[in-house]
C-alpha cells in the first residue's frame, strides 16, 4: 500500500493565480481531510468529506474548494491564490470520522507570492 | 464546539530523563482522543488513542498516555527520553489538533 499521496511536494503560485492540489488514498478509507499547518497555530481543518460524494467545511474553509467522486481521491482547489494561504497542506484519511486515527501524506509546502 | 489545549509550545528533557507533555480537551460526548508525533517535514504519524476502557493507554515507541475524565487531561508520558524523540507532538479530539508541543532531548 502507498498509503497516502500528495502532489506536487512543493509549489510557488503567483497571487490570484489557481491550482489544485492533488491527494489519494489506497486504503478503502471513507473519511478523508484537509488540514493547512502554520507555525504556532497546529494544523486546523479546512475541509472535510465521509465519503464519496459528500463534503463539508472545516475551521478554515475559505478560499478553497473540495470534491470527492471517488472513495480514493480529495484534491483541494486554490480558486485564486492570497499570500495568506502560504502553508503548509495535508491531507490525511481514516477508516470513519472521529474515533478511527488518521493517516496523513506528506505534505505540499505552498508558497504565494 | 470541541478542542484542544497544549500549554507548553516546548518541553526540553536530558535523554534517559521521564517526559510528559501535556494536553487538556473540550468536548460534548465520548472523547475520541489522539497523541500524533511529526518529523522535520514529514507528515503526522498515529502514537496512540484512547477511546474507551482502561486510563493508561499504551502506544508505539514506548509512549502511553494517561486519560483523566475529571480533568479533562489526556497527557502524553514516557518513562526514559531518547533523542531521537525529538520531534514536533500534536494531540487530537477526534478531527481538532492542538497548536503542537516541541519536544527536544538532550543528550
Known amino acids: 500500500n502507498a498509503g497516502v499521496t500528495q502532489t506536487p511536494k512543493f509549489q510557488v503560485l503567483k497571487t490570484g493565480q489557481s491550482m489544485t492540489l492533488q491527494c489519494a488514498q489506497d486504503m478503502n478509507h471513507e473519511y478523508m481531510s484537509w488540514y493547512r499547518q502554520d507555525p504556532g497555530m497546529g494544523l486546523r481543518l479546512i475541509h472535510y468529506s465521509v465519503g464519496a460524494g459528500i463534503t463539508d467545511q472545516g475551521e478554515v474553509p475559505n478560499g478553497y474548494n473540495v470534491s470527492r467522486s471517488t472513495t480514493e481521491d480529495f484534491p483541494l482547489r486554490l480558486l485564486s491564490a492570497a499570500p495568506s494561504q502560504t502553508s503548509v497542506y495535508f491531507c490525511?484519511?481514516?477508516?470513519?470520522?472521529?474515533?478511527?486515527?488518521?493517516?496523513f501524506g506528506p505534505g505540499t509546502r505552498l508558497t504565494v507570492l | 464546539a470541541q478542542s484542544v489545549a497544549q500549554p507548553e509550545d516546548q518541553v526540553n528533557v536530558a535523554e534517559g530523563n521521564p517526559l510528559t507533555v501535556k494536553c487538556t480537551y473540550s468536548?460534548?460526548?465520548?472523547?475520541?482522543l489522539f497523541w500524533y508525533v511529526q518529523y522535520p517535514n514529514r507528515g503526522l504519524q498515529f502514537l496512540l488513542k484512547y477511546i474507551t476502557g482502561d486510563n493508561l493507554v499504551k502506544g508505539s515507541y514506548g509512549f502511553e498516555a494517561e486519560f483523566n475524565k475529571s480533568q479533562t487531561s489526556f497527557h502524553l508520558k514516557k518513562p526514559s527520553a531518547l533523542v531521537s524523540d525529538s520531534a514536533l507532538y500534536f494531540c487530537?479530539?477526534?478531527?481538532?489538533f492542538g497548536t503542537g508541543t516541541r519536544l527536544k532531548v538532550l543528550a
Open positions: 490525511a484519511s481514516s477508516l470513519q470520522q472521529g474515533y478511527n486515527e488518521q493517516f
Open positions: 468536548v460534548s460526548g465520548n472523547p475520541y
Open positions: 487530537a479530539v477526534r478531527g481538532i
